[in-house]
């Protein structure tokens, strides 16, 4: 009994070692991550949107309070990645950035697919093109050249971009125009004939996305193999608390000095993740109510309001770059997000909808593709001298201005 007695306070101790040790890691796992970033305040806002939802709340309250609360965690999924993929090497760093940089839009898109929201999905994957085309860009613009008469960027990456950028423009617009030369399909009993225009529209998207799927990872070998030097000049940009790696789509201020681990980085990564489902759940839940309490469209909804949530830490460290005179790297967060969605995120899309038996397509409206197709175009016009100013920052930004304003009045009711 006395050699128990002995053993007894070593064994508490070396307990309490462990536990201390333990605490030690999740407090200053808690206090990196939540100075990551200074939207962070707003983390607030995720127990009161589940609770909402869980309460059923009105939909105005469910819908706003889990928006609030989506931002700070895209801030969190952007920051975790990140710090992951500082540990894990340059070529899986990137991998990991790719798939996990736009994990906002993927887990919106596959909920709101899975509630057969297709009209959801295809306008928050257009808008969250456009609104890094033209609002973030020409804020980077406007941030950067209010204080300097010229601001000059790496003018071959911006070009292979935004020439990609181009052929996603077109992957969008062929499906358009291949419905617009087909005759009205025939119908029996009501139910469309196989092999009409609705079967050959999903067929050629599909087909289409597995294309722009195959460009996505010949993207990625271009980018972190085979001309990794072209992109070691937005990688290397990382001193001032600007923290990038090889895909600069996804860069996020935060400090140099503390860093989570391995393991802190997955688990902030995994409750992120839990919680924006959550939350994206009960959003997207609530957004037929919305349509018919507020008056806005769906499309209103999808483009110019959902990709806010999910771009909103891209569209800080965009603008905070801009002003530290960084516009290579700003340029990489706001075309580089951009492509990213074109050709992954939305081909993606259409097949998860494949696999679930939800036809999700790539054909939009004439009226999306045109606006699509103006907004590339210019976005190509001002990047194409490889300098920038004020002035073109407010030229995009009034272009984004007068797309929001036509969506507003754009009733989802007009025939395709």
Request: aromatic letters at 8%; proline letters at 4%.
């Amino acid at each position: 009994m006395p050699l128990l007695d002995d053993n007894t306070p070593l064994l508490h101790r070396s307990q309490q070692g462990t536990l201390s040790k333990a605490k030690t890691a999740v407090v200053d796992t808690l206090n990196i991550t939540l100075k990551s970033s200074p939207v962070n305040f707003l983390l607030i806002f995720v127990p009161l949107g589940i609770l909402a939802g869980i309460n059923g709340w009105s939909s105005n309250a469910v819908f706003w309070i889990n928006f609030c609360a989506i931002v700070p965690l895209a801030s969190l999924l952007a920051f975790a990645t990140e710090e992951l993929a500082d540990h894990v090497g340059e070529t899986l760093g990137g991998l990991l950035n790719a798939t996990f940089g736009n994990a906002v839009e993927l887990i919106v898109s596959v909920i709101a697919l899975k509630d057969n929201q297709v009209r959801i999905v295809q306008a928050s994957m257009l808008g969250s093109i456009l609104s890094n085309l033209l609002l973030v860009l020409g804020c980077c613009f406007i941030a950067g050249g209010i204080t300097r008469v010229q601001q000059t960027f790496n003018q071959t990456v911006a070009q292979t971009m935004s020439s990609l950028m181009a052929l996603a423009t077109a992957g969008l617009l062929i499906p358009a125009a291949f419905h617009a030369s087909l005759p009205e399909p025939k119908k029996d009993h009501g139910f469309p004939v196989p092999g009409t225009s609705d079967d050959l529209i999903l067929s050629l998207s599909r087909g289409v996305s597995i294309i722009l799927l195959v460009l996505y990872v010949l993207y990625l070998f271009f980018q972190l193999k085979t001309h990794k030097a072209l992109f070691e000049e937005q990688a290397q940009e990382g001193d001032d608390g600007i923290i990038t790696t090889s895909l600069p789509s996804d860069g996020v201020v935060k400090s140099e000095e503390k860093h989570l681990s391995v393991i802190s980085s997955l688990s902030v990564l995994v409750v992120s993740t839990i919680f924006v489902s959550l939350c994206a759940d009960y959003l997207v839940g609530s957004i037929d109510d919305i349509v018919e309490s507020s008056g806005l469209s769906k499309t209103f909804i999808g483009l110019i309001v959902i990709p806010i949530v999910g771009n909103a830490a891209e569209h800080v460290t965009a603008i905070v770059v801009a002003m530290k005179d960084k516009m290579d790297l700003a340029i990489g967060v706001a075309v580089g997000s951009s492509l990213q969605i074109a050709i992954f995120v939305t081909p993606f899309m259409v097949i998860v909808g494949w696999i679930i038996d939800v036809p999700m397509s790539l054909y939009f409206s004439t009226f999306e593709t045109a606006i699509l197709f103006v907004s590339v175009f210019i976005t190509n016009l001002v990047i194409l001298d490889g300098e920038s100013n004020w002035l073109e920052g407010a030229m995009l930004l009034s272009t984004y201005l007068i797309v929001a304003l036509a969506f507003f009045y754009y009733p989802d009711t007009v025939g395709n």
